[in-house]
């Protein structure tokens, strides 16, 4: 079965710096791999996906994820972040026709 | 376009009780998902009804079931209720046949005491 691994349970940046956040998954072949952001209260919201194709994906609000095969890497990342953009962020992979998360990564924006 | 929509926001039941949990899909999507935020333990899944069939189960003992109603909208039943199934349930629907493309609702609060 596919896992992933988010290392970081939280991560503090500061207003306007970047941002970077890992994931690693588990998967023989190539995977189907998603960011997915929840905020308080909130349900989860899309900001990314890969499936094929290009290796660098853009999404909304300003994010982006590399994958890197030889890394079984999938990270997001974002060159300047905003006070909104405090929330939890989720990696998760397909398989089996149906989704698989990380445990998550809660950021923490300092003013 | 309405999106994903859950019922109750909140429930609070105690343990041994019964919860019964409502989803209403985007129009259009006949595909549901049921999925359990419990603290420290992210989101695990549940279960997924297509066109009115269970198609796939996480591993959940068989208190926690469901339904699909002809019109695609959901209902998760937990029954027996213990502490630990204390948890956000997250709804979501996707079209049939993609079911990496899911539309997920707010989800609704369950707290057993």
């Known amino acids: 079965a596919q896992s992933v691994t988010q290392p970081d349970i939280h991560i503090t940046v500061s207003e306007g710096a970047s941002l970077e956040l890992r994931c690693n998954y588990s998967y023989g072949a190539t995977p189907y791999l998603f960011w997915y952001v929840q905020s308080p209260g909130q349900g989860l919201q899309l900001l990314l996906k890969?499936?094929?194709?290009?290796?660098l994906v853009q999404g909304i609000k300003g994010f982006e994820a590399e994958f890197k095969r030889s890394q079984s890497s999938f990270n997001l990342r974002k060159p300047s972040v905003h006070w909104s953009d405090a929330a939890e962020y989720f990696c998760a992979v397909g398989e089996s026709d149906k989704i698989i998360f990380g445990k998550g990564t809660r950021l923490h924006i300092l003013p | 376009e309405a999106g994903v929509t859950q019922s109750p926001t909140h429930l609070i039941k105690t343990r041994g009780q019964q919860a019964t949990l409502r989803c209403s899909p985007i129009s259009g999507h006949t595909s549901v998902y049921w999925y359990q935020q419990a603290l420290g333990l992210g989101l695990q899944f549940l279960l997924w009804y297509d066109e009115g069939e269970e198609r796939n189960r996480g591993n959940f003992p068989p208190r926690f079931s469901g339904r699909q109603f002809p019109n695609y909208s959901s209902e998760l039943n937990v029954n027996a209720l213990e502490l630990e199934d204390s948890a956000l349930y997250l709804c979501a629907s996707s079209l049939s046949g993609a079911p990496y493309e899911q539309y997920f609702g707010p989800g609704t609060r369950l707290t057993v005491t």
């Open positions: 890969y499936f094929s194709g290009d290796t």
